[in-house]
C-alpha cells in the first residue's frame, strides 16, 4: 500500500508540471516518437512513452545512495538525452530520474531532450556534444563536463552515476579515452 501512496503522490506532484511542445515522428520502423526539450510530464503524457511509469515504479533506489551522493549531485548541471523509441532508454531513463528526484535535485538544473533515431533534435540541441547513443547522461560542474553516462552501464545505473558524482574514475563503454585503474 505505501507504495501505491507514493507513486500516487509522485504522479500528483508531476502533473501540476506543463509537458513542453515537441516535435513529432516516426522511426523507419513507423514508431512514434516525440524529439526537442522535453520534461518528466512530456514522459508521462506523450502516448509512446508509457514504458516511463511502470519503469520508473519497478526501479529501487539503493540504500544509502541518496545519502552518499545528495550534496554531490545537487551541485551540479546535467543533461540527458533519450530516445522515446529506444529501449535503452526505457530501461534507464526512469531509474536516473527516480535517483534525481530520490536526491531532491532542483529539476531547473537539468535540460532533458528526446532525439530521433540518427540522435538528433530539429532545433540541434545536441550540436557539438558528441552524441553517439541514448540514453546519454552527460554531467557539468562549474560550466565543464565532467564525465557522462552512455547506454547502458558497467555496473550498474545506481553504481556508475555513483562513480561520477563522486569524481571516481569512471569510463562508459563508448569512451574512446581508457582510464587507468
Same mark, same amino acid.
Given at each position: 500500500?505505501?507504495?501505491?501512496?507514493?507513486? @500516487?503522490?509522485?504522479? +500528483?506532484?508531476?502533473?501540476?508540471?506543463?509537458?513542453? =511542445? &515537441? +516535435? @513529432?515522428?516516426?522511426?523507419?520502423?513507423?514508431? =512514434?516518437?516525440?524529439?526537442?526539450?522535453?520534461?518528466? !510530464?512530456?514522459?508521462?503524457?506523450?502516448?509512446? #512513452?508509457?514504458?516511463?511509469?511502470?519503469?520508473?515504479?519497478?526501479?529501487?533506489? =539503493? &540504500?544509502?545512495?541518496?545519502?552518499?551522493?545528495?550534496? /554531490?549531485?545537487?551541485?551540479?548541471?546535467?543533461?540527458?538525452? /533519450?530516445?522515446?523509441?529506444?529501449? %535503452?532508454?526505457?530501461?534507464? &531513463?526512469?531509474?536516473?530520474? $527516480?535517483?534525481?528526484? #530520490?536526491?531532491?535535485?532542483?529539476? +531547473?538544473?537539468?535540460?532533458?531532450?528526446?532525439?530521433?533515431?540518427?540522435?538528433?533534435?530539429?532545433?540541434?540541441?545536441?550540436?557539438?556534444?558528441? /552524441?553517439?547513443?541514448?540514453?546519454?547522461?552527460?554531467?557539468?560542474?562549474?560550466?565543464?563536463?565532467?564525465?557522462?553516462?552512455?547506454?547502458? =552501464?558497467?555496473? #550498474?545505473?545506481? $553504481? %556508475? @552515476?555513483?562513480?561520477?558524482? !563522486?569524481?571516481?574514475?569512471?569510463?562508459?563503454?563508448? +569512451?574512446?579515452?581508457?582510464?587507468?585503474?
Amino acid at each position: 500500500m505505501r507504495k501505491i501512496l507514493i507513486f @500516487l503522490f509522485i504522479i +500528483s506532484c508531476n502533473s501540476n508540471q506543463k509537458s513542453l =511542445p &515537441v +516535435s @513529432l515522428g516516426e522511426t523507419l520502423d513507423g514508431v =512514434p516518437f516525440i524529439t526537442g526539450k522535453i520534461n518528466r !510530464q512530456n514522459l508521462i503524457e506523450f502516448e509512446h #512513452s508509457k514504458w516511463f511509469l511502470s519503469e520508473y515504479e519497478k526501479y529501487q533506489v =539503493p &540504500v544509502g545512495w541518496v545519502k552518499k551522493n545528495k550534496k /554531490l549531485l545537487n551541485e551540479m548541471n546535467l543533461k540527458l538525452f /533519450l530516445g522515446t523509441w529506444c529501449e %535503452d532508454s526505457e530501461r534507464e &531513463v526512469p531509474g536516473m530520474i $527516480k535517483l534525481l528526484e #530520490s536526491s531532491d535535485f532542483d529539476f +531547473s538544473k537539468i535540460e532533458i531532450y528526446a532525439v530521433t533515431e540518427e540522435k538528433y533534435t530539429y532545433e540541434n540541441f545536441e550540436k557539438n556534444l558528441n /552524441l553517439t547513443n541514448v540514453p546519454t547522461l552527460i554531467f557539468y560542474k562549474n560550466g565543464k563536463e565532467i564525465n557522462r553516462f552512455v547506454e547502458f =552501464p558497467n555496473i #550498474s545505473l545506481a $553504481k %556508475d @552515476l555513483e562513480n561520477i558524482i !563522486q569524481g571516481k574514475k569512471y569510463q562508459n563503454p563508448y +569512451s574512446e579515452i581508457k582510464v587507468d585503474e
